[in-house]
């Protein structure tokens, strides 16, 4: 360990995990019912109406043109670089301001078409898509808008609406998806604090003149201390951009990492609170989190297109490629789920712009559910391109073909999976709220830490809750014929709603077996989140289907619940029916070198190198790469 690594403990970072949580439930939750075998299409159904806005619809039109005829992805692509002249583009049509009030100078984009405008943008370059969704969604605006002050709305929300970009600044080399271990630290000092680190991969870091800094302010007299989110001025002294880094896919993206020095940060520039940091930086996820599925529903629909017009077009075996049953399951598959992806997103955008629900499971549901779906759709696609999907789109046209960069969709797309949440952190945490109900009740009878009389307390507790709710597990409306109002589409929500009951049972089962271990329980809690996230997809594509009245969104969501179905029953037969327990024995016997024979045959990989850099604190020794637009 260096002076710059923090030793932590797994009860430590749970305990800090814990703390940022929300914990009440003030409006209803159609994702919290659901993990309790409630099917409460109630909450969901009627599909909520959009709110038409001219406004919207005028920018929307402005923003596709703009995209159409000012934004070339593959130069992107091969630059590296969004030219100047895109982000001033972008600036004029308000694009940084999409959420920000329209009193600070923003557009004030309901959440809806906020989703639609990045799906657009997204789909002309993702790198834009990543570039405003890290701005805007995780970056100033959103933590502002949500927990600022009226000063700090005043100070920096018309600065951001006009085009300055931001960026959020959590990650560290030694944080990663655990923020106990933060080092970056913001020492109280006349005034305000000085800030003291370094931040890797922070997306738009390298062109940002106002950051979002995640720092630990230490405990002292007056000062409550823990991680604080803080507005930090991208070109105060002390701050350098020392690396741009570049990745797999998103070679657009400005992402950068940054080194802080004695930074000064006033104290008015505190967001809600010392300490809160992690709880300001879930609670804006919880519709922030949002902005990436809208970017998986562009490559979605990017994929459906590609597919029809070339398995249309392309003949082998004296057939059309599309007509081969191999490739048509693949073309099902991608239009079925680019209907259900869409159907989720645009439920929770309007629940969220309803402000009626409590979305945070289901915004976390489809973030997961989008990333995942997105990555095989992209895979899919290049399979049915057979070797095109392979080439370049540089290489393509230069044959004289359609320049289509599905393989760079496939890179572009992958990150999805691991950033604002791995589809393992976002397992744990969705599956963290479905058991709430659990903990809040009976919580206490496994936890080694509390006494007798509490132990006691949720015995009574916990026999009055499950006396009650146990029975209500085995007979409901999916049991009797419900639904009869979704014609051809009841079936699946009758199934949806019996297979939400099993897996209420299935958790309580698991939680009886495991109690206070289930948590380490990691593969069984991700199939019982992936089964509610197919269930949660079931019901948003059915609402949706039926409230259309149109023959085909009936048709594509007919398809996309059976797949799910069959998705599920996989997973719910593999909760009991798995290799886990040898997967981790043989994962714990890689880990101590007892298999390394099994590596023997191949170069070996270069030694050199740390596997995660330590940095030492101190003045930049680099040069500011900090971009300045022209
Ligand atoms: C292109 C890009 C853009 C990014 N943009 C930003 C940004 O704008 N701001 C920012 O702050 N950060 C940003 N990040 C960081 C990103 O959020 C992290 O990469 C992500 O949180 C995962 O952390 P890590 O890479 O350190 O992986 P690690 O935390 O080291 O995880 C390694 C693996 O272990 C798994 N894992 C970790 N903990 C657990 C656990 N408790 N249980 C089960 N599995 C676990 C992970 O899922 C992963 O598979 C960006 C990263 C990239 C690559």
């Known amino acids: 360990m260096t002076a710059t690594q923090r030793d932590v403990s797994a009860e430590q970072a749970r305990s800090v995990a814990e703390a940022a949580r929300e914990t009440e439930w003030r409006k209803p939750s159609f994702g919290k019912q659901l993990f309790l075998g409630r099917l409460r299409m109630d909450l969901i159904d009627p599909w909520p109406t959009p709110k038409v806005s001219e406004d919207a619809e005028q920018f929307l039109t402005k923003l596709g043109e703009f995209g159409a005829a000012h934004v070339d992805g593959e130069q992107i692509e091969r630059d590296a670089r969004i030219p100047d002249e895109v982000f001033h583009g972008l600036a004029d049509l308000g694009c940084f301001g999409m959420k920000i009030d329209k009193k600070y100078g923003g557009l004030g984009l309901s959440n809806l078409d906020y989703c639609r405008a990045l799906t657009l943008i997204g789909s002309s370059s993702p790198s834009i898509g990543a570039l405003l969704s890290a701005h805007q969604s995780i970056g100033v605006p ?27 600044l959590l990650t560290e080399p030694d944080v990663g998806s655990d923020p106990a271990r933060m080092s970056c630290t913001a020492t109280p000092v006349e005034g305000g604090y000085r800030i003291n680190g370094v931040k890797l991969w922070a997306t738009n870091g390298s062109v940002s003149t106002l950051l979002v800094v995640m720092a630990l302010v230490p405990r002292s007299d007056g000062h409550r201390g823990g991680i604080t989110a803080f507005v930090v001025e991208g070109t105060a002294e002390g701050v350098t951009v020392e690396r741009r880094n570049k990745f797999l896919g998103l070679r657009g993206l400005e ?29 804006t996820l919880n519709t922030g989190r949002l902005s990436l599925p809208a970017m998986c529903v562009a490559a979605s629909k990017w994929c459906l297109s590609i597919a029809r017009g070339w398995s249309s077009h392309r003949v082998q075996w004296g057939r059309r490629v599309g007509e081969h049953e191999a490739v048509a399951t693949k073309i099902g598959y991608i239009a079925a789920t680019a209907y259900g992806m869409e159907s ?31 990555w095989t759709i992209a895979d899919e696609l290049i399979q049915i391109r057979g070797g095109r999907g392979y ?18 969709l496939l890179r572009d797309l992958r990150i999805n999976r691991i950033f604002e949440g791995s589809t393992e952190i976002m397992h744990l945490f969705i599956a963290r709220e479905a058991v709430d109900q659990h903990l809040s009740v009976a919580g206490d009878i496994i936890d080694p830490r ?18 009650r709710w146990l029975p209500t597990l085995f007979v409901g409306r999916g049991s009797f014929g419900g639904y009869r109002g ?10 949806a709603e019996r297979a939400s009951r099993r897996l209420a049972r299935h958790t309580f089962r698991g939680m009886a077996r495991w109690q206070g271990r289930l948590e380490h329980r990691q593969a069984f809690l991700g199939r019982i989140v992936d089964i509610g996230a197919e269930l949660f997809a079931i019901a948003a594509t059915c609402s949706r289907a039926n409230a259309s009245g ?81």
């Not at 959103?142 to 002050?149: V, Y």
């Not at 080439?391 to 760079?408: D, F, I, V």
């Not at 994962?587 to 045959?601: C, P």
């Open 142 to 168: 959103q933590p502002l808008k949500l927990f600022g002050t009226d000063e700090q709305k005043q100070k920096f929300l018309p600065r951001l609406a006009a085009g300055e970009v931001s960026a959020f």
């Open 255 to 283: 992402n950068s990492v940054t080194r802080f020095h004695d930074v000064f940060v006033p104290k008015e520039n505190v967001i809600g609170g010392e300490g809160q940091g992690l709880k300001i930086a879930l609670t």
């Open 344 to 374: 989720m997103l645009q439920l929770c955008c309007m629940l969220a712009d309803d402000n009626s629900n409590d979305i945070r499971i289901e915004a976390a549901l489809v973030k997961l559910f989008g990333s995942e779906k997105a």
């Open 391 to 408: 080439e370049t789109a540089e290489s393509l046209a230069a044959r004289g073909e359609k320049a289509l960069s599905a393989e760079q």
């Open 450 to 467: 509390a006494g007798a009389g509490k132990k006691a307390r949720a015995l009574v507790r916990a026999a009055g809750f499950y006396a």
């Open 486 to 495: 979704y014609g051809s589409l009841a079936q699946h929500l009758r199934w």
């Open 550 to 630: 149109r023959a085909e969104e009936r048709e594509l969501a007919d398809l996309f619940s059976r797949q799910a179905r069959q998705r599920a029953i996989v997973l719910e037969h593999q909760l009991w029916n798995n290799t886990d327990a040898a997967d981790v024995a043989v994962a714990k016997n890689v880990l101590s070198g007892r298999y390394v024979f099994q590596e023997e045959g191949v170069l070996p990989p270069p030694d050199e190198g740390e596997w995660v850099a330590t940095w030492q604190p101190g003045p930049s020794t680099e040069p500011n790469l900090l971009r300045r637009l022209k």
